[in-house]
């Protein structure tokens, strides 16, 4: 039977070693030098590896300076060899033997710990201790995955979000085509908490404007605005998810005003509004007093660009996509909506509520 205080003994030198480097012991091609310090040196047997089921086995030989005793065994020994059984799959390992030479090489313990036993007694290296290395370097070498990648730094996902507008409760999101570009995955977050997997459907790449598809159902959509254009002056709210990663996945609302009715270069596809609008706002709706939704937010003026160019800092100058073309383009693309011409004018709050309830975050996850 394996006696533990020898397995403790032999992993207290092995622990003492964090650095690791690879050289070639010129003595012994099989020997492989991987830790070196005053009081000791490491090798690994390559000629040790084998596969057995799950398991990988390999050895480790442990050479001293100076002589040590065995508490267990009561010997002096100059050198230790263990060997070990490790799951590439897990990164766990266990120790299933170790032996003990003198100075002149000649054997003076062993323990041998059955199969039943160490099976039982698997265990997590250090996150950056030796024995986690030397479970990589030996998987790796039998052409095992391990989980020892981990200490590889990971790539960063990147992902972006935006808004949408559910434009009917059987899944159709509207939204801008720069929101949902180039996405590996697309998630939409409903008002009630709830992801929704998302299909990209069609994209506008000339009036920035994308149709999702979700499996599931929403309830309540938007009502677009019909048979009345915007007006220069009249009161908007735009509901969205600006700067999300600070400020929350609430659905975000400002007011302002229609101040023109043409975007960039005088573009009639587009019309400008005064309420605040940063990244994350993207794809939300612009609601009129009533409700209805007159427009699909799409840019805001770079505020820094026109100063370096003109010396003034324009403020809240932001930009929509006309209703009128969002609602061509559901069209075009067979999607059934609500439209009427609007109602009385509610109060800023009830206008609030009804862009909070038709507004869903959407997150892209780009590929990495």
Not at 185 to 203: G, M, Q, W, Y
Not at 342 to 352: D, M, R, S, W
Request: aromatic residues 6%; contains cysteine.
């Amino acid at each position: 039977m394996y006696r533990a205080p020898l397995a403790r003994l032999v992993l207290l030198v092995l622990l003492a070693f964090p650095a690791w480097s690879f050289s070639a012991r010129a003595a012994d091609a099989d020997w492989q030098l991987i830790a070196t310090s005053k009081s000791a040196k490491v090798y690994f047997d390559r000629a040790s590896l084998r596969e057995d089921g799950d398991y990988v086995h390999y050895a480790v030989r442990v050479d001293l300076a100076e002589p040590r005793e065995s508490k267990s065994s009561k010997v002096r020994y100059q050198s230790a060899l263990s060997r070990f059984a490790a799951r590439c799959d897990r990164g766990t390992y266990a120790t299933t033997a170790v032996i003990l030479y003198g100075a002149d090489g000649a054997q003076l313990a062993e323990q041998q710990r059955e199969p039943a036993l160490w099976q039982t007694r698997l265990k997590e290296p250090k996150p950056k201790g030796l024995q986690r290395r030397l479970i990589k370097y030996a998987c790796t070498k039998t052409g095992h995955a391990t989980d020892a990648d981990a200490d590889k730094p990971k790539k960063k996902v990147k992902a972006t979000l935006g808004a949408g507008i559910v434009a009917n409760r059987d899944g159709a999101i509207i939204t801008n085509h720069h929101v949902v570009s180039g996405c590996a995955a697309i998630t939409v977050l409903d008002d009630e908490k709830k992801r929704h997997p998302a299909t990209l459907i069609a994209s506008d790449l000339r009036n920035d404007l994308a149709l999702l598809r979700t499996k599931g159902s929403f309830g309540t959509a938007a009502t677009f605005r019909d048979g009345k254009a915007v007006e220069a002056g009249e009161s908007v709210t735009v509901v969205g998810y600006p700067l999300a990663a600070i400020l929350g996945t609430d659905p975000n609302v400002n007011f302002g005003y229609v101040t023109a009715l043409a975007g960039p270069h005088g573009d009639s596809a587009w019309f400008q509004v005064t309420a605040p609008i940063h990244k994350g706002n993207s794809g939300g709706p612009v609601l009129d007093p009533s409700g209805r939704v007159i427009g699909v937010v799409t840019a805001k003026l770079n505020a820094r660009a026109v100063e370096k160019r003109t010396g003034d800092l324009p403020q809240n100058i932001g930009f929509a996509v006309q209703g009128e073309i969002a609602q061509l383009f559901l069209e075009r693309n067979q999607v059934a909506f609500e439209r009427d011409a609007g109602g009385p004018k509610l109060e800023n709050t009830e206008v609030a509520a009804i862009g909070r309830a038709i507004t869903v975050l959407v997150a892209c996850r780009k590929q990495p």
